[in-house]
């Protein structure tokens, strides 16, 4: 099984170098779920595509059988880390991600306890190819000066499991009692 983002992954299966997407996890990531549902979106500074018809981008957090539905395209950071506060990841860890994700989904780590005392409340991935056993994502980190930002060469880091996407990004996302793992989606409802 092999599916790809056209406009990101090469046809070899290499991950599009050239390809420049905004300086920031959550425009990055929304740029490119926009651009696998709609080729022509272009991004602009704010999120705002050139399609004001475009959906928002939601995130969901499971907890068992229920979800917070957040509309991550009009939320401010501090908002979405509100309303993620206390809610539980998925529960197996060991979950294997190409069987979980899709392309046209991203991924995102939220900080929802209260122990950890780092800067970084989330981090955002989209899905830029699915294969048996690994999942390749955008990985793009946040600009220096958030009113500043730019566009960047395209990032990538490859997991085969929520356990080992933590493990390769390290602190403080690999702290699984402060840290929930959530699906970002631009449907309408929960994937």
């Not at 390809?19 to 602009?44: G, H, M, N, W």
């Amino acid at each position: 099984m092999s599916d790809r983002h056209p406009t990101y992954i090469t046809q070899t299966g290499a991950v599009n170098k050239k390809r420049r997407v905004p300086e920031s996890c959550i425009e990055s990531t929304e740029t490119i779920l926009r651009s696998y549902k709609d080729p022509a979106y272009k991004f602009q500074k704010g999120g705002e595509g050139s399609s004001s018809s475009a959906p928002p981008m939601f995130l969901y957090l499971k907890n068992g059988h229920s979800a917070v539905k957040i509309n991550v395209s009009d939320s401010d950071s501090q908002d979405t880390f509100k309303q993620c506060a206390g809610l539980q990841s998925y529960h197996d860890e060991g979950l294997a991600l190409d069987k979980l994700l899709h392309v046209g989904e991203g991924l995102a780590i939220i900080r929802t306890g209260t122990a950890s005392k780092s800067s970084y409340d989330m981090h955002f991935l989209a899905v830029l190819k699915v294969e048996t056993g690994a999942v390749t994502f955008s990985d793009v980190s946040e600009p220096k000066q958030w009113d500043q930002v730019s566009k960047v060469p395209l990032e990538s880091i490859e997991a085969s499991s929520i356990a080992d996407l933590r493990a390769k990004l390290g602190s403080p996302y690999d702290n699984t009692s402060d840290y929930s793992v959530g699906v970002v989606t631009l449907a309408t409802s929960p994937p």
